[in-house]
Nanobody, 130 residues
């Protein structure tokens, strides 16, 4: 069974930065991290969980939601079984619990559909103060 553990959340002033990390382990992930497309989602209180950023299994193609494009950057280090989300220029509306997710795929594509992801972390809280 694949396990994902996020870290790096916290409280930051508007305009500040945070770097989230997600380490994968277990199942086939430990040996074949390169077989997984990865994504970051977030969920604010009272709202649906929404896609934020995704990266293909190869680490090449990436895709971002309009709300974070130009401010957030997703990357992955398969040797460390880790995916990152660098968040700059944070805004109060970025406040949410952030989740990473993994999806096995044979293709170097970015997956934006929540239901396509098989494995999820427990989430890390990000609070942006105005």
């Amino acid at each position: 069974q694949v396990q994902l553990v996020e870290s790096g959340g916290g409280t930051v002033q508007a305009g500040g930065s945070l770097r989230l990390s997600c380490v994968g382990s277990g199942g086939t992930y430990s040996s074949y991290a390169g077989n997984y497309a990865m994504g970051w989602f977030r969920q604010a209180p009272g709202k649906e969980r929404e896609f934020v950023a995704g990266i293909s299994r190869s680490g090449g193609p990436t895709f971002y939601s309009d709300s974070v494009l130009g401010r957030f950057t997703i990357s992955k280090d398969d040797a460390k079984n880790t995916v990152f989300l660098q968040m700059n220029g944070l805004k109060p509306e970025d406040t949410a619990v952030y989740f990473c997710a993994a999806a096995r795929t044979n293709y170097s594509i970015v997956i934006t559909t929540r239901s396509r992801y098989e494995y999820w972390g427990q989430g890390t809280q990000v609070f942006v103060a105005s």
